[in-house]
Every structure is written in C-alpha cells, then in structure tokens.
C-alpha cells in the first residue's frame, strides 16, 4: 500500500486543467475546419483525452490503442501490443494522445504504427514528457509539462496498475 503522506503534488489539478485549456485551444486553431481523429494510448492516457478532447472545439473521433512496456517503475524495453485501433485512419489527421514519454520506446513505436496506415496528418500531444530521459528522432507537437526523471502517479498514471484515480500529478516520495 502506498501511504497518502508519501505522494508529493507535482502538477496540481488547476495547473493540469489550465495547461489542457491551452492546448485545447491550440489544436482547435491548428486544423482550423478540418477534422482530427485522436488515439489515445491506454491506459494512462484516458484521463488526459478525456479532458482534452473536450477542451477543442473542433469535429473528431476518438479511438484507442493499447500498448505495454511498463512493470513497477521500470521500463521494460520491449513494446507488448495489446490492442488496434478500429477507425480507418488514411488520410485523415491524426493526433496521438500519450499521458508521458519516458524512454520514448512506447511513442516511437505507435508512431511509427499509425505512419505506415498513410494519414494525412501525424502529431502528437503529451501531458508529460521527462526531457532527459527520452530519445526521439521526431518533434513532440505538443507537451503539457517537462519533468525530471522521477517516477509520477496520478491523473491516469499508476504504480502496478494503482493510484489512476488521483485528480494531481505526484511523485512516489519514499519510493524512489
Ligand atoms: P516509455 O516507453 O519509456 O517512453 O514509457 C512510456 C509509458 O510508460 C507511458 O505511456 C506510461 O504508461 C509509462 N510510464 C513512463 N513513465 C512513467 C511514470 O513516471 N509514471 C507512470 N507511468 C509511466
Ligand atoms: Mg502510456
């Protein structure tokens, strides 16, 4: 069991709701009157997507992807794909939604997935992204917050599958 008193607030739910305001906003002007379909990367991500995807005001589609390198707070190198999406995406645009980029393994292989399915159009929006850990070849479009390396829980990251259900982003103070 984790103890509450061992969470420390990274991101706080006001922080995290105005950041998502913004890139809202951002998307919205960005594809002016075309449509987005977005895929969201589960788990994590649905809670970000959720409020993301309410913060455009622009026609989409949602659908979802899942993919696992996770166990505990390491990182596991090889990508497991659990899950497709449903919805034809070629030429469409597209927008992949991940809630952190660590290694980067996890971004570059769904990008790399969605680019050989032809869409007209490839971004992505992250809610985190830990600047030195992550090796990419390519631009994140968007990123809510740059953060250390530290292990975060909350707003649909978890620990072993727990603690999604926080409304803040902490880190695992005591942990690591
Ligand atoms: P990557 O493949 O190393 O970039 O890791 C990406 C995936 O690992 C994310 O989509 C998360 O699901 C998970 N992950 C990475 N860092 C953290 C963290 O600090 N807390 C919770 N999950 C994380
Ligand atoms: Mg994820």
Do not use: H
């Amino acid at each position: 069991m984790i103890e509450r008193e061992n969470l420390k607030e990274v991101i706080s739910k006001e922080e995290l709701s105005s950041r998502i305001a913004e890139i809202g906003a951002e998307i919205s002007n960005a594809y002016n009157l075309e449509s987005v379909v977005f895929i969201v990367v589960l788990n994590g991500s649905f809670i970000f997507a959720s409020d993301l995807i309410r913060a455009v005001d622009i026609e989409c589609e949602v659908d979802f992807i899942k993919v696992t390198s996770y166990s505990g707070m390491k990182s596991e190198g090889k990508i497991n794909f659990e899950k497709d999406i449903s919805t034809e995406i070629a030429g469409k645009n597209i927008i992949i939604v991940e809630d952190i980029i660590d290694s980067g393994n996890t971004i570059n292989f769904v990008k790399e997935f969605i680019d050989n399915k032809n869409p007209k159009s490839l971004k992505i929006a992250t809610l985190l992204l830990k600047t030195k850990i992550a090796k990419l070849s390519f631009k994140i479009d968007w990123v809510g917050f740059e953060i250390s390396s530290e292990f975060v829980v909350g707003y649909g990251l978890d620990y072993n599958q727990k603690l999604r259900n926080l409304n803040a982003v902490y880190r695992l103070g005591g942990v690591n």
